[in-house]
């Protein structure tokens, strides 16, 4: 019996012989879920602005037995984009699987507690909405192209709960986020109607986890909570911030045949976040 309940699961799914592009794939985020492709496996490009950090990730799934390629590229950069595209398709031939974690935001972009919103210069907030929002839709025009043509692709894009709830401070992220809700939605309904549907695009909306641009505000150098992170945890039902791997199994779902039916979704993986009220 467990040969055969092993069989099934496998069927579902695996992601052997897909090849994956993972945008972003050497923060901590991009980084979990590129190696959690490798071990469903998929041969897994690690795609990030710094040729160092991605031959790092691509070194590290190698060793563990893997498929990875460093392909170092700006994912504003339509020509960076179609040289990754042009040596994927010349090495291993076809392109499944896009995940979309290329993002984040900076303190220009934010309001803090002693400003507001009338002091903030729109320049930073252009730039973070053009990285989140543009940052996807490029991507998903090169590579998603190739999906297209072969009839067959999954892409994921990265949204947040900040899209669905006001987090005070981030106003461009927030936005930038809920524009990838719709972007998804759209282009999904787009690639269906045009394309087939065996092509598919949805999301997944993390909760709070702790990454290189996040973590002074939330944690504190002893690793106590500063008082944002302790408001993060109150209003978590799981009580806690979420560990980078927890978003792999839905990731992979998303990515295999066992969500074949699933299109133009938007996933919370938050610990209960957007659920809670507050009281």
């Known amino acids: 019996m467990s040969a055969r309940i092993d069989e099934f699961l496998r069927g579902l799914f695996s992601l052997e012989g897909k090849v994956a592009i993972v945008t972003g794939g050497t923060g901590v985020l991009g980084g979990a879920m590129a190696r959690g492709l490798a071990r469903a496996g998929a041969r897994v490009a690690i795609l990030?602005?710094?040729?160092?950090?991605?031959q790092v990730v691509a070194q590290e799934i190698e060793a563990a037995g893997g498929t990875a390629l460093a392909t170092p590229a700006d994912v504003l950069e339509r020509a960076d984009l179609e040289r990754v595209r042009d040596r994927l398709l010349e090495t291993w031939g076809r392109i499944d699987i896009l995940v979309n974690a290329?993002?984040?935001?900076?303190?220009?972009?934010?309001?803090?507690p002693d400003k507001t919103i009338f002091d903030m210069a729109l320049e930073p907030m252009?730039?973070?909405v053009r990285?989140?929002?543009?940052?996807?839709?490029?991507?998903?025009?090169?590579?998603?192209?190739v999906m297209?043509?072969?009839?067959?692709?999954?892409?994921?894009?990265?949204?947040?709960?900040?899209?669905q709830r006001a987090m005070t401070r981030a106003v461009a992220y927030s936005a930038a986020k809920a524009s990838i809700d719709n972007f998804t939605r759209w282009l999904d309904v787009e690639l269906a109607l045009k394309f087939g549907a065996g092509v598919r695009v949805n999301a997944i909306a993390p909760g709070y986890f702790l990454g290189e641009q996040n973590r002074s505000l939330l944690v504190n150098d002893d690793g106590s909570l500063t008082t944002r992170g302790q408001k993060v945890i109150e209003h978590t039902p799981a009580g806690r911030f979420g560990e980078p791997d927890e978003l792999v199994g839905t990731l992979i779902w998303l990515c295999s045949p066992a969500s074949g039916f699933v299109n133009g979704t938007v996933t919370m993986v938050d610990g209960g976040v957007n659920a809670f009220s507050g009281i």
């Open 131 to 145: 990285l989140n929002l543009f940052g996807t839709v490029l991507p998903s025009m090169v590579f998603g192209e």
């Open 148 to 163: 297209a043509n072969q009839r067959q692709g999954s892409i994921v894009n990265i949204s947040s709960m900040t899209a």
């Open 126 to 128: 252009e730039y973070i």
């Open 48 to 54: 990030g602005r710094r040729e160092k950090n991605t």
């Open 102 to 112: 290329a993002g984040g935001t900076t303190p220009e972009a934010t309001v803090p």
